[in-house]
């Protein structure tokens, strides 16, 4: 069965730091990769997605996302944090091919605290 | 556009009784989900539909039905609420499976 882990709960950081929020998943081929982010009592906006090519793939609000398809990851980085950049962050992912496309299935979400 | 619109925002039920989510996008999008949002269980897949009159379940359907007459609606149904179905539902839609899902701002529900 495929499914996405996002392994931290929370990830803190420092405003101008760097930051990466770690995504790996377990889907059998190729399959097509998105993060989404979502700010308090809202529905989820969508970053990036990568769906074949270039391993880095270049997102909204500055955010990237590195493919990595032998440790079968899709971390979400930024080189310097907002404070407008907290949020819950959700990794997702969907099979590639004529079965189950309409499935995407989503990790469990990592918040993002951005400290001043 | 509108985008994904869902009704209603808000909603209380008591235990046993039956209710529709509403969904409508107006991007022409073949492809429609439910989703709900539990703390720390990220978002599950309860019903998708990959076109008019074609649907199917995703990881947590049992309790819910669904039905895509059209291409612009996909309602959820459930058909006898209980308190494990108190969360916040989503609708999403897309134009394709390569191409980003377009969400609602939610419903939430609760049942007492």
């Known amino acids: ?116 | 556009n509108a985008g994904v619109t869902q009704t209603p925002k808000f909603q209380v039920l008591k235990t046993g009784q039956s209710m529709t989510l509403q969904c409508a996008q107006d991007m022409n999008h073949e492809y429609m989900s439910w989703y709900r949002q539990d703390p720390g269980m990220g978002l599950r897949l309860i019903h998708y539909s990959v076109g008019a009159g074609i649907t199917d379940q995703g990881e947590v359907p049992n309790g819910y039905n669904v039905s895509r007459s059209t291409t612009e609606d996909f309602p959820l149904r459930l058909l006898s609420a209980a308190p494990s179905q108190t969360s916040v539902y989503f609708c999403a839609s897309s134009y394709s499976q390569t191409y980003e899902q377009y969400f609602g701002p939610g419903t939430r529900l609760t049942v007492t």
């Open chain 1, 1 to 116: 069965a495929q499914s996405v882990a996002q392994p931290e709960d929370q990830v803190n950081v420092a405003e101008g730091n760097p930051l990466t929020v770690k995504c790996t998943y377990s889907v059998s081929g190729n399959p097509y990769l998105f993060w989404y982010v979502q700010y308090p009592n809202r529905g989820l906006q969508f970053l990036l997605k990568y769906i074949t090519g270039d391993n880095l793939v270049k997102g909204s609000y500055g955010f990237e996302a590195e493919f990595n398809k032998s440790q079968t990851s899709f971390h979400l980085k930024k080189p310097s944090a907002l404070v407008s950049d907290s949020a819950l962050y959700f990794c997702a992912v969907r099979e590639r091919g004529s079965s189950n496309t309409g499935k995407l299935i989503f990790g469990q979400g990592t918040t993002l605290q951005v400290k001043p």
